[in-house]
C-alpha cells in the first residue's frame, strides 16, 4: 500500500496535526524520513491538509477552517524566500500558532467524538 | 513472441476504434453530403474563405465546430479537394475539425486548467496556420479544379440527394482510408506490449513528447478521449509537453489521412507536411510544458491514459477469444450501438446503389424529376440557408447534446450510487472482471459531475471537490489493486472508495 504515498503521507488529519504541532515545537528535530528537512515536511503536510480533512467525516465548517489556514501558509510562502529562517519565523507567527492549535482543537474533538461512537 | 496475442491484441483494439469511431464517421458522411448536396462545390469553396487571407482562420473556426474525428474528417476532406479548394486548407481543416468539438471544449474547461485548453487551442490554431501557409508556399496549386456537378434541387428531392450521397460516401475510397487508419491502431497495439506506455509521460521526463510523436501518429483517438487523457494528464501531473503533442498528432493524425494525402499528393509533400508538423508540435509543446504546468500537484509516476494504445493482453491470459468480446462488448455506448447500425445500413445500401449502376442513374432523375405543384404559402429555401441551418443545428444539438451528455448533480449522484453498489462486496470477493468495468464507468461519472454542475451555473464549491477528489483517489487506488489481482489491497481500498462515496454524497446533499 505504501508505495503509493510519500514516504512521509500521514493518512488521517489527525496523524498531519500531530506531526504538524511537533515540528512547531522542534524544528531543529529530524524529520523521521530520511532526506527529508523538517521544513519540506512541514510544507508538504499543510499542502495536503484540505484534502485529508475531505477524507475524514468533518463537518463543512471544520473543513473550511482547516482549508483556509492552510491555504493561508501555502500563499505565505509563496511571496516569501522558504529557507529555514524563514520557515522558523513563520512557525513562531501568531497566525500559524493560531492555526495549529484550533487544528489541534478539531482533531481532539474528533477523535472524542469516534471514541464515543465506539463505546458499546 | 505470442502472435495469437499479439493477433487478438491488435483485433481488440481495431475493434473497439471501430466502435468510437462510429458516431463521428457518421457525422462526417453527413457533413461531406450536405458539402456535395446543398452547399456545392462553388458554396463549399466560399465557405471556406474561397482564395482569400481568411481560407486558414476559416478552416480553424469550422474544425472546432464540427463534431469530426480523424477518421470522419476524410470524406469531408474529399469532398472540400472536389470543390477546388487549396491544398494547406484542406490540410489545416484535417487537422484541426478533430482536435476540439463543443461538447470535448467544455469537459477540457472544466477539468483541467481552461487556460491550458485556451492554449492548446490557440497552439492548434498557430500550428495549421504555419503548415497551411507552408504548404500552399512549398506545394502551390496543389489545388484541383472544382468538379462540375449539377444543382440540386430543392424539396424532397434535396434530402433525398443528401441521403443518397451519404450512401455514395459509405461506399467509397474515403472509407478504405478509414480502414487503413484502423489497420494503424492494430499496428500500433501489435507492437506496443501491455501497459509500455505507463511510464511514458512522466512530468520530468525530456523525451516524452518524442515518445509520444512516435506513438500517436499510428494512434486514433476520439476528440472526447483525447481531452478525457489531457485531463487526466493535468490531475496527476503528467508531462504538459506530451499531453499537447498527444491532442496535436494523436488526435489529427492518422495513418489512413496520411494515405490519403499521399494518393492526393505523393509521397514527398506529405513526408514533408509530417515531418514539419511533428516538429513544430513538438517546439509548441516544449515551449508550453512549463508555463503551464499546474501547481500543486503531486507529479504521478505513471499513468493508465495511454493503456488504451498497447495490447490489452499479457501473456498470462488464454482465452483470447473470449477476452476480446468481453472487451468489445463493454466498450459499446448505446449512441454507438445507434451508429453503428446507421453506418452498416448505409455501407449496404451504398454496396447495392454502386455495384447496380443505381446511384447515378437515381441521382441524374433527381435533377430530372417534374417539379411537384407547389402550395402557394411554400417558400423555396436558397442551399445556402439550408446549408446554415444544417451547421447552427449541428452547433446547438452539440450543445443540447452537452446538456445530455453532463446530466445534472442530482441524477449523476444516483448513478455513481447504483454503480457504488453493484462494486460493494465484488472488492472482498476479487471479482476483478466486475470491478474492471464498473471502476472506469464511476471514474467517468465523476468527471462528469464536475462538468454537469459547472454546467448548470452551479459549480461544486471545495468542499464538495475536494471529497469528490478523495473519492476518486481511492477508486484509483482500487483500480491499481484490482489490476495487481491483490485482494487484501482491494479490500481496503473498496471500503475505503465505499466511506468516501457516502461522504461524497452528504457533502452534494447540502
Redesign the interface.
Known sequence: ?EE?F?KHWPFTIERASQRLSAIARDPQAPSPVEGLSPREEFHDLM?WL??L???S?LD?KA??QI?RGALAW?SALQVTPADDAVFREHLIHPDTIAFLQSLDAICLAERARLDQLQQP | MDLTMLFWGAVTRMGQACIAASPTILVGWLVAAVFERILGREGTYRLFGGNTWRQLPQAWLLGMLLPVCSLGVIPVMVQMRRSGISGGTILAFGLTAPLFNPISVLYGLTLSDPWAILAFSLCSLVLITIMGMLWDRLFPNSQLPPEPLPKTPYGIRRIAAVTLSMCDQAFSAASLYILVAIAGVGLLAAMLPAGVLQRAANQNDLLAPCTMALVSTLAYVTPMTAIVQVASMFQHGNSIAASFTLLALGTGVNLGMLMWMVAHYRWRPTLCWLGCLIAIVLAMSYGIDRPLQPKGIEPADHTHAFDIYCNPFTTSESNFGESTWRILRESVHPEEIVSMVAIAVLLAAGAILRLSGLLPRWMDRLHTWPMLERNSKDIVLPNSVIAAVCFVGLIVSSIGACFLYYPPVEEVRKEMQAIEAEMLGSYHRGEWEKLEYWIPIQEDWGHKLTVGATLRQRPLDRYQQLKLQVYMNKLELLEHAVEDRDRDEASAFGQQAAQAFRRLKDALAR
Open positions: 500500500m503509493h510519500p499542502k484540505p484534502l480533512a475531505a477524507d467525516d463543512r473543513f473550511e482549508d501555502q
